[in-house]
């Protein structure tokens, strides 16, 4: 598989919070070096094993998007969950599950009656986005810098879209935000590279887990080694805000109980 | 990294059809056919149709279940991995909306062999004595046609059948105890007894939960691997997959999956005279039928009988008291999320293993009625993220930072009963699904209760994360479970169906699945619903060629039929407690 991304400035690396010094791109973030999900495969079923292994080898093929969308929507994406921080032979791709999804017409089950389908929302999506990049800073999203892009989604993050009116009174901005990053999370951590980022055990049957308790690692697991980071230069996600409680963010698509 | 002693796992190359590690069934099947006049056609083969199609075969009758989804195979279609599960979930069209639209799809609604109760984390708490008379007692909501000692022997029963693991004292509602062990706690369930016994909080440790802490026939015990709601591949997790299909076939029962049921027929004299369905090629069919059982939870119950409206029906079959579709109820689940110091590692052990019922009744010091419950969650990254998403606003770098954290975060659900309104509701949509059917339309407020109810049960849930130890708290708010929608009752004016799930306006058509629910309480409804099933069963089993033919309806209650149990789940050898 050729890599999907280019090679990657500093001002786009996570850097050290000490020294202020960009932190080399790794095969695997985060802080379970040495864990690696994929080299238990053999322990879990064959079923189990057939999905994750064609995930990771098989990228489903462009069906939907076309060549422009398809384009577009991988950009926003390196926003919605950025990855220079991975040598870019270990970047998850996140844009091809998207448009499997919407060749198939899958959804998660329902669309709230303030949206429209989801193949629509892709498609307005890009004209949205690209309005509100025209009206900040003269320019299509795709020709926009990276931190210029970061604030046209940030924009987006906060419901403060000044551009694309008539769109977004057809179309809840909460809700197409809730959507696009769904996707992108729902694809991301799917994938074994980002259960070893994360420290998730991932699949278990037969084998079963037997250390339940204070966080004990399973034999074939490892104990963290954290290290500090801070977000890069040219990027404005780093910041979380858990103060307010938006009325509209029933979102629980998750099913946890 | 070592390899496995005896290399990889296969799956066993029997050519059986597995349900679960061991289990397995002989196919064929019985076969009905289309012209030919079953007793019985079941709508949904789920949480209830799975229980009512086990005791009417056995009883002898003649019954079929239509299942919109598939006959799964565990070994073959069921996989430990979010993203790969998503068939296990009603996800058709529907619209969600009001002012608090509920998420639909995973969230709730099942779909194949075993419906809901194949991603239901489990947890089988009763209702308490004072659900059952919310009105009488707290002027809100509605009393059901039935006690808390009408259900109370069908409690105890399906607590065997599949079984409920728990401790041996339950000390809240009607005090009870489980007949198998609890189980052993993971580090949710610690974070859950530190805190609530920091704040003097009776706590119920390791159940009450359908999941098997020690093999039980040929079903094994749990491995903690922590898919619950993925499918127990395992087969240690009760649904009516593993636990009542097998002996419903044995029983000469017919499944018929990928069977969309479209419209409930009415015939001559008031009477429902089968279903039309479409087939697994997309082919339009009708299966006559003695009598119908819709069991096909609180949307597509409703959406079915609304579809189905005919001469003398406009509003839709058996809906001549127009409530068909009203007083749908979700339960509040907001998920309370606690960053630790050290490490949880919530991924293990099932999601469902403790709870508090603390807060369950009416307390006259609330501005609100009612309760809720706290019990434990263990979200898999997909949903910890959407979590950390919704409870943060996280995206980009700062998700990424908050996700490296994830094996030290613990997360409790809170369940908090929602009152039963009117305008919450299923309606059809202009939108069709892909035979052409309209879809469901759900409309869903919060009330004055209901908002005050869900602020005090959030402030409780994040003050016992704290007390846990938690450096951070935070919170996502959410809805679980579904139930509510056709509803039952004694009056046929506000009510669709009586105490034993037959509809008020057409004698040989029953409604039996969580939609009969007049209120919810703050249990998960799984165990009612089955209850419910099996005492449904009994009454129309009592009732014989009566529902088929007779004139007068009647409302004796039926003994409890305890030898309609599927074999080994009852009697000599099987744990009980009196």
């Not at chain 1, 629509?120 to 320019?139: H, M």
């Not at chain 2, 019985?30 to 079941?42: L, S």
């Not at chain 2, 691997?225 to 087969?235: D, E, H, L, T, Y």
Request: a negative charge.
């Amino acid at each position: 598989m050729k890599p999907i991304f280019p090679a990657v400035e500093d001002a786009l690396l996570p850097r050290d919070p000490v020294t202020q010094e960009p932190i080399p791109p790794r095969q695997q973030p985060g802080y379970y070096p040495g864990f690696n999900t994929l080299s238990q495969r053999r322990y879990w079923d064959e079923a189990t094993r057939r999905v994750v292994e064609e995930r990771v080898n098989h990228p489903p093929e462009r069906k939907f998007f076309s060549q422009a969308a398809w384009d577009f929507w991988t950009v926003v994406f390196e926003h919605l969950i950025p990855q220079t921080d991975r040598t870019p032979d270990r970047r998850i791709p996140l844009v091809p599950a998207l448009d499997e999804r919407l060749a198939a017409n899958y959804t998660v089950g329902y669309r709230y009656e303030d949206m429209p389908h989801d193949r629509v929302v892709y498609e307005w999506g890009i004209q949205a986005i690209d309005a509100e990049a025209q009206y900040r800073y003269g320019g299509g999203f795709l020709t926009l810098s990276s931190l210029h892009r970061d604030e046209v989604l940030k924009v987006i993050q906060q419901e403060r879209p000044k551009a694309a009116a008539e769109i977004w009174k057809k179309m809840s901005v909460t809700r197409f935000w809730q959507l696009i990053m769904a996707d992108a999370i729902d694809t991301y951590y799917a994938h074994p590279w980002a259960w070893d980022e994360i420290g998730f055990g991932g699949p278990a049957y037969p084998r079963a887990y037997t250390r339940l308790e204070r966080g004990e690692p399973e034999p074939w697991e490892v104990e963290p080694q954290r290290y500090d980071w801070i977000p890069p230069l040219s990027s404005v996600s780093g910041e979380v805000d858990a103060s307010g409680e938006s009325p509209q963010s029933h979102h629980g698509s998750g099913g946890s109980h | 990294m070592k390899e496995p002693i005896l290399g990889a796992f296969e799956a066993p190359q029997s050519r059986k059809h597995m349900l679960g590690s061991l289990q397995s069934i002989h196919l064929p099947m019985r076969r009905f056919k289309d012209e030919e006049q079953v007793d019985y056609a079941i709508v949904g083969v789920g949480a209830a149709g799975g229980v009512l199609l086990q005791r009417l075969a056995r009883a002898g009758f003649n019954v079929v279940g239509l299942e919109a989804g598939p006959f799964w195979d565990t070994e073959r279609d069921w996989v430990s991995d979010e993203a790969g599960s998503r068939e296990l979930y009603w996800t058709e069209p529907r619209v969600t909306g009001g002012s608090d639209p509920l998420a639909l799809g995973s969230n709730n609604c099942g779909k194949g062999v075993g419906g809901g109760s194949v991603h239901w984390a489990a947890f089988t708490p009763r209702l308490h004595p004072s659900d059952f008379e919310v009105y009488t007692r707290d002027g809100v909501g509605a009393d059901w046609p039935i006690t808390y000692d009408e259900i109370k022997p069908y409690y105890e029963q399906l607590e065997l059948e599949m079984p409920v693991a728990g401790p041996a004292y339950y000390p809240w509602g009607h005090p009870h105890g489980y007949a198998y062990g609890p189980h052993p706690m993971g580090g949710v369930g610690d974070a859950l007894i530190k805190g609530c016994t920091a704040l003097n909080i009776p706590v119920s440790i390791g159940g009450p939960v359908a999941i098997l802490s020690g093999s039980h026939g040929d079903r094994p015990h749990c491995i903690y691997r922590g898919f619950c709601i993925q499918g127990c591949k395992v087969g240690a997790k009760a649904s009516t997959l593993v636990t009542h299909v097998p002996d419903a076939l044995r029983s000469g029962a017919e499944i018929r999956d990928f069977c969309m049921v479209s419209r409930i027929e009415l015939g001559s004299e008031n009477r429902v005279r089968g279903v039309h369905y479409f087939n697994r090629q997309g082919e339009a069919r009708f299966q006559r039928a003695r009598a119908v059982i819709v069991s096909g939870y609180s949307i597509e119950t409703p959406r079915l009988l609304l579809n189905s409206a005919c001469k003398g029906y406009e509003k839709g079959l058996a809906n001549s008291s127009g409530v068909v579709g009203h007083y749908l109820m979700a339960q509040a689940g907001n998920v309370v999320l606690g960053r630790f110091e050290e490490l949880v590692r919530m991924y293990k052990a099932p999601p469902a293993h403790a709870l508090t019922e603390e807060f369950y009744e009416t307390d006259p010091k609330n501005d609100f009625a009612r309760g809720f419950a706290i019990q434990t969650v263990g979200p898999l990254p997909q949903a910890f993220g959407k979590q950390m998403f919704a409870a943060k606003k996280a995206w980009g770098w700062g998700l990424r930072r908050e996700m490296m954290d994830y094996n030290h975060w613990a997360s409790f659900g809170l369940l908090g009963e929602i009152l039963p309104w009117a305008d919450n509701r299923v309606t059809i949509s202009e939108d069709k699904d892909k035979f052409g059917l309209p879809v469901a339309h759900v409309t869903f407020n919060l009330h004055d209760n209901d908002k005050k109810l869900i602020r005090a049960a959030k402030e409780k849930t994040m003050e016992v994360m704290r007390a846990a130890g938690a450096t951070e708290v935070v919170q996502e708010p959410r809805y679980a479970h579904l139930v509510g929608a056709c509803r039952m009752g004694s009056d046929p004016r506000t009510s669709v169906v009586d105490k034993f799930c037959r509809s008020h306006d057409i004698a040989n058509l029953f409604v039996c699945d969580g939609s009969v629910f007049p209120t919810q309480g703050s249990a998960n409804p799984g165990l009612t619903i089955q209850a419910l099933a099996a005492r449904t069963a009994d009454y129309i089993i009592s009732q014989g060629e009566q529902i088929f033919s007779g004139r007068k309806r009647d409302m004796t209650d039926p003994p409890i039929r305890r030898q309609l149990a599927p074999p080994e789940t009852w009697g000599k050898g099987v744990p009980r407690l009196t």
